[in-house]
């Protein structure tokens, strides 16, 4: 058996190493290590409750949307109000904005480029690659960074600018949209559906979001191989086993996203089990934080995030990366796009998650199935927005008392946790999409949803960075800022 440590990596948000144990050709264990400390939920102690709006998303440039309203749940949680339907609507419209830029940087900026390296040249599917995903001078990264820009000039204008546009509070958005705005933004939508449409899927995006089954997907690829970036991604699903790689721990859950007026929400909160192939209800009560083999005291054991603590211990025995180890009742679970279609019951994704589980292919499959299902939803908020009624509400914090802020990041489940004593921030916790996917062992020794995945990994001889360990890795897109916050 041998050790092989691997990292920084490329393409990813912060910073992540792996360590691996291999043995005959596979990854028998590996380790995964969040590797600095940020700090945030010590810099927010003891100050105003609504300097967490300023505070909160300047943990990410790349997600920073989705921690602004986390914050503003927690605090509107806090202070008992909820934004009238433009704000709703308003939110709505910067969070699925980011997540869909970050589901097409995903795509064409951090994960195709992994094929164009000469160890697939012999690959009847390699020239192509080359031509449309090679980073820099690729037709179809050109095309994305270009179609992205255009994108998130969306949120210039819902909310002002991004990243870490201030226009999210607790009773809505500041930012209202007048009439002229809303015809501005559904053009910017359409043109955005436009470039989907054409580039990735070749296809009408009703007809992608539509799919039921795998047998219905795989035949509209049988019917024009390589016309489509989607196509092109299936080509490579079957020629290098990507169905098989990257085996997660079989349990999903979503906090519920894109909140609606009436209270609905349109990919609602749960937990999926792959195992049973049934789904479960969402206890908050039954999260809890290990922080066993993190670099942090642990001397409480397990905590609730509510009561939660973020204390350095760098020279701990036993420790090997920043990040705590968040389990729900004690499991380890998975969370992103592919929760969030489980759990909402995507017929397609759970015919895809029953044969081959979580893997590099359905975790891949779930985000671009999310960008097909999403903009025309946008349309549809832009459409439902009534200038000239209110977009917020104003409201006051009290001096004492508690609240959650629960949101779907592009990478998963996010949620924030507040504690008031004397009108000052007395605890702020934050569990990150990353910080559950990467998690370290816990307590029994039990290893976090990559550690589990990387097992079994082919590691052909020589590889230094072995290119299935990459593809597994960028599956769950990680962010390592957000990861140790």
């Excluded at 390699?126 to 001078?137: N, Q, V, W």
């Excluded at 290098?240 to 997660?248: D, E, K, W, Y």
């Excluded at 299902?373 to 409201?395: D, F, K, N, T």
């Amino acid at each position: 058996m041998s050790r092989l440590l691997v990292g920084p990596f490329n393409r990813v948000e912060g910073d992540l190493e792996v360590q691996l144990e291999i043995e005959a050709g596979q990854v028998r264990s590996a380790q995964v290590n969040a590797t600095m400390f940020r700090g945030f939920e010590q810099i927010l102690a003891g100050h105003a409750p609504l300097d967490a709006l300023v505070y909160a998303p300047r943990i990410c440039g790349i997600c920073s949307v989705s921690q602004s309203i986390s914050a503003a749940r927690a605090l509107a949680a806090l202070a008992g109000v909820q934004p009238p339907d433009n704000g709703l609507l308003a939110i709505n419209l910067m969070a699925a904005t980011e997540n869909l830029a970050d589901h097409l940087s995903h795509f064409y900026l951090f994960f195709m480029p992994d094929f164009v390296r000469p160890i697939y040249a012999d690959r009847p599917w390699h020239a192509a690659a080359l031509a449309r995903f090679t980073p820099h001078t690729g037709s179809q990264q050109r095309l994305a960074i270009g179609a992205r820009k255009r994108w998130l000039d969306l949120i210039g204008t819902l909310g002002g600018k991004w990243p870490h546009t201030g226009s999210i509070q607790p009773g809505g958005s500041t930012r209202a949209i007048d009439s002229a705005e809303r015809l501005r933004l559904l053009t910017r939508v359409r043109e955005f559906r436009q470039f989907l449409e054409t580039e990735l899927f070749a296809a009408p995006l009703e007809l992608i979001s539509t799919l039921e089954s795998e047998r219905q997907l795989w035949d509209w690829y049988a019917q024009a191989p390589r016309q489509g970036d989607l196509r092109h991604f299936l080509e490579m699903v079957e020629d290098c086993a990507l169905a098989q790689m990257g085996q997660g721990p079989g349990l999903f859950m979503s906090y519920g996203a894109y909140p609606l007026p009436g209270g609905r929400l349109v990919f609602p909160r749960g937990v999926w089990n792959a195992g049973t192939g049934q789904p479960e209800a969402l206890d908050l009560d039954s999260i809890a934080e290990d922080a066993s083999h993190a670099w942090l005291d642990d001397q409480a054991g397990p905590l609730h995030p509510s009561q939660g603590e973020t204390l350095p211990e760098a020279d701990k025995a036993g420790g090997y990366t920043w990040n705590k180890a968040p389990r729900l009742d004690g499991r380890v679970l998975e969370t992103g796009a592919i929760a969030r279609q489980l759990v909402a019951g995507q017929p397609l994704i759970r015919d895809a998650v029953a044969r081959c589980g979580a893997s590099v292919y359905t975790r891949v499959l779930a985000r671009l199935l999310e960008l097909a299902q999403v903009v025309p939803l946008m349309e549809s908020w832009l459409l439902a927005l009534r200038p000239g009624e209110p977009y917020y509400l104003a409201a006051s914090l009290p001096d004492h008392g508690q609240g959650v802020g629960l949101n779907e990041a592009a990478r998963g489940a996010l949620g924030h946790w507040l504690r008031v004593e004397n009108g000052r921030i007395a605890g702020y916790q934050i569990i990150a999409p990353t910080t559950w996917n990467f998690s370290p062992r816990d307590a029994h020794g039990v290893p976090g949803a990559l550690e589990q995945a990387l097992q079994g990994a082919p590691v052909r001889p020589g590889e230094k960075t072995p290119v299935a360990v990459q593809h597994i890795v960028r599956s769950f897109d990680p962010c390592m800022v957000c990861t140790v916050h």
